[in-house]
T-cell receptor, first 115, second 115 residues
């Protein structure tokens, strides 16, 4: 297993278009997280899944954003009607919760530029 | 809600020297975890070191150690014998012990190791 994989790595789109990002977590990990990181800031939590269930969504996640994790494996993050303010790095992370704190393993991120 | 503050946006140090990165946090929780994550340029974020709040002993991982002051809500990272590969953004992060492994990040410190 090579770690958390995210695709595409870079996406340039025009305002108003829809975009979708995919995250493949480490195979035995049951938890999957999405974060957003803008320039000069630390990552901000968006949402997380335990297996296929989406357990929490941040208020940052407007109704234009939707995330899924069918069958508890890979996850997709879709942004509809993109706005320039959506330009950011979208980070995916996974962990295996085994009581206590599970270390999060991050992917390299998907950078979105909205023109 | 938890907050994490990193007051040093940028730091630089000569190779082989020691550098300390500062972090303060605010929480009403009594049990929690603190982390330092490293994000090299164009690479994924990786865990450097972790501290459980209930442990009085400061965590150490090879050249990396922390100074955890629970009463002062301070959590600094010391890097000894710094190496060129230590050049990266460093993020301090907070996680509640019970509940999801949702991280709250600081804004980061950009560390440059000068040859």
């Amino acid at each position: 297993d090579t770690g958390v994989s995210q695709n595409p790595r870079h996406k340039i789109t025009k305002r108003g278009q829809n975009v979708t990002f995919r995250c493949d977590p480490i195979s035995e990990h049951n938890r999957l997280y999405w974060y957003r990181q803008t320039l000069g800031q630390g990552p901000e939590f968006l949402t997380y899944f335990q297996n296929e269930a989406q357990l929490e969504k941040s208020r940052l996640l407007s109704d234009r954003f939707s995330a899924e994790r069918p069958k508890g494996s890979f996850s997709t993050l879709e942004i509809q009607r993109t706005e320039q303010g959506d330009s950011a790095m979208y980070l995916c992370a996974s962990s295996f919760r085994q009581g206590g704190s599970g270390e999060l393993f991050f992917g390299e991120g998907s950078r979105l530029t909205v023109l | 809600a938890q907050t994490v503050t990193q007051s040093q946006p940028e730091m630089s140090v000569q190779e082989a020297e020691t550098v300390t990165l500062s972090c303060t946090y605010d929480t009403s929780e009594s049990n929690y975890y603190l982390f330092w994550y490293k994000q090299p340029p164009s690479r994924q974020m990786i865990l450097v070191i972790r501290q459980e709040a209930y442990k009085q002993q400061n965590a150490t991982e090879n050249r990396f150690s922390v100074n955890f002051q629970k009463a002062a809500k301070s959590f600094s990272l010391k890097i000894s014998d710094s190496q060129l590969g230590d050049t990266a953004m460093y993020f301090c992060a907070f996680m509640k012990s019970f509940g999801n492994e949702k991280l709250t990040f600081g804004t980061g410190t950009r560390l440059t190791i000068i040859p």
